[in-house]
């Protein structure tokens, strides 16, 4: 497995708990009132955000490193006949396509990584594949300052994600356990134990080490314009509300600076 999402099951257990649709309006009107056209989505996942964009009339490519995701998306674009270039690789190893009007770093991205390295790697790299006066947006949980203190409590989650039932009569259980954390660097260490019991009986375990790195909008605003961005927008939530320090959402929305 490439991450905790490289299952058949565990990518149809995401669909059936990811609901989020505010932050499609949100996008569809930068993307309208900048004339943007050809859209690059890194993370991109079972195409929560990608096929409604698609679907919209726009070029998109997207790159994630789950094969089980990418499929999911790939019989989706199929069954409504739409097109989007589809990237399997890992968005830190691989060099992203280039002349973009927008990248989006969207759906709590920033998740996935478990230092602040690796999602500034992300701006960067957000940079260069972007046209000279081109946009990202970036939507992330915010979590300024140290590890909150709810993430500093060493106990097992149960029932977390991925636990479902899957369409088969597959079932996924999983239970997260916080094995360490740092307060000031704001890393959280964890280990997750998925089971999953086949509808023969038959069963089988994953278990996965996972280091997160809460991301803070201190520290985007800071490589956003370490990067070249110039910040036009910057929300707490995808109604556009006003970012203030502290607030649970931050959402940026920047375009690269003329040189
Ligand atoms: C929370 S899902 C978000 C999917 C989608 N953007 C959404 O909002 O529903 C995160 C996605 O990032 C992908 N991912 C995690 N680490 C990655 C990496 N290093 N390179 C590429 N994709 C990665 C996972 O496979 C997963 O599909």
């Not at 004339?35 to 009339?57: D, Y």
């Not at 594949?129 to 947006?137: H, I, P, Q, R, T």
């Not at 039932?165 to 079932?171: A, L, S, Y």
Request: net charge negative; charged share 30%; proline share 3%.
């Amino acid at each position: 497995m490439e991450n905790k999402y490289d299952e058949p099951h565990i990518a149809e257990i995401y669909d059936q708990i990811e609901k989020k649709t505010d932050d499609i309006p949100l996008l569809l009107k930068l993307i309208r009132q900048n004339h943007l056209h050809k859209i690059l989505e890194p993370f991109c996942g079972t195409g929560r955000i990608l096929l409604p964009l698609v679907e919209a009339g726009f070029d998109l490519v997207g790159i994630d490193q789950s094969k089980s995701m990418l499929q999911r998306l790939e019989s989706r674009l199929q069954e409504q006949n739409l097109k989007a270039k589809l990237i399997h690789a890992d968005v830190l190893k691989t060099d992203w396509p280039r002349e973009f009007d927008l990248v989006i770093l969207g759906g709590n991205s920033f998740y996935e990584f478990g230092s602040g390295s690796e999602q500034e790697l992300c701006i960067k790299k957000a940079a260069e594949s972007l046209k000279s006066d081109g946009f990202v947006y970036v939507e992330n949980d915010n979590m300024e300052g140290k590890l909150d203190k709810s993430w500093q409590v060493i106990e097992t989650k149960e029932h977390w994600f991925p636990s479902g039932v899957c369409k088969d009569g597959t079932r996924l259980e999983t239970a997260v356990t916080t094995k360490s954390f740092d307060e000031n660097e704001r890393i959280w260490q964890a280990e997750r134990v998925t089971e999953i019991t086949y509808p023969d009986g038959t069963k089988k375990t994953i278990i996965q080490e996972t280091q997160t790195h809460p991301s803070s909008a201190v520290d985007i605003q800071k490589w956003l314009e370490k990067y070249g961005f110039e910040v036009l927008g910057k929300y707490s939530g995808t109604k556009q509300e006003p970012y203030f320090s502290g607030c649970k959402r931050a959402i940026f929305w920047t375009q690269k600076k003329l040189s």
